[in-house]
Each structure stands twice: as C-alpha cells, then as structure tokens.
C-alpha cells in the first residue's frame, strides 16, 4: 500500500475576472511555498497546478478549484501561506499539458494572491496584464 503522507495537501482556490471578453479560455492555476514573495520567479516550480477550459461568464462568475499538492517529505510546512499565480489564455486546455511547467505569455490575464495559510483557501483576481 502506497500513502502520500506528509507529502501532499490540498488548497482551494476561487478565481473571478470581471473584465473579460467573451469566448473561451485556458486557465492554468499553480501553487507556490510561502517562501516566495510576489510573482512566483523563473526558476520557481509550483507544488501544485490545474488547467481546465473556462468560459467569460463562469470566470465573471468566479471558479472555485482544487489543487493536489506535492512536496518532497524534506520540505518545510511555508505551504502554510501558499502563494498562487492563475491566468488565462484563449482558447481551450490542452488536458495532454499538466499545467506545471506552463508559463503565462505576453498578454495573458492573470493574478497573484497568498493564502492566510488557516483555511488553505485562496482568491485571485485576474486583473493584470503580462507585458510583451
């Protein structure tokens, strides 16, 4: 029997953006160690992510996910203040991609938020652009 222990959790998270045009998107959602500060660096790699195919209207209306995350058993609970980057892309998600190393492009809408680390809920708002 194989158990994943200490090594895993979970974190929620509720995404919105209000002002989105209509069509369908791509959103990929990734969670970081508290350890980082702001937007999560190149070099970062996120213990947890999601994508899925979305809608104007149910990003409008808010999406709430669940992200299964993964550490090494040596990693130090910083998970208690996730930080997590979400964005959107048009289109539609490729299910083949697992969305961890995925990286937003120039345009992209996106947002960044750190969890109080009590209730491992988090909501971002995608109210940024990246630059090109």
């Not at 158990?3 to 998107?25: F, H, I, M």
Request: aromatic letters at 4%; charged letters at 25%.
């Amino acid at each position: 029997m194989t158990t994943l222990g200490n090594a895993a959790d979970t974190l929620r998270a509720e995404v919105c953006a209000r002002d989105v045009s209509k069509g369908n998107y791509r959103l990929v959602v990734q969670s970081y160690d508290g350890r980082i500060d702001g937007v999560p660096g190149v070099g970062a790699r996120p213990v947890g992510s999601i994508q899925r195919a979305v809608t104007a209207e149910e990003l409008r209306s808010g999406i709430s996910v669940s992200l299964l995350e993964l550490r090494s058993t040596h990693a130090s609970k910083a998970a208690s203040k996730p930080v997590v980057l979400a964005w959107i892309e048009a289109g539609s998600a490729d299910l083949d991609f697992d969305g961890r190393s995925a990286r937003p492009g120039a345009g992209s809408v996106y947002g960044v938020a750190t969890g109080n680390g009590a209730d491992r809920a988090v909501r971002v708002v995608l109210d940024r652009i990246v630059a090109g």
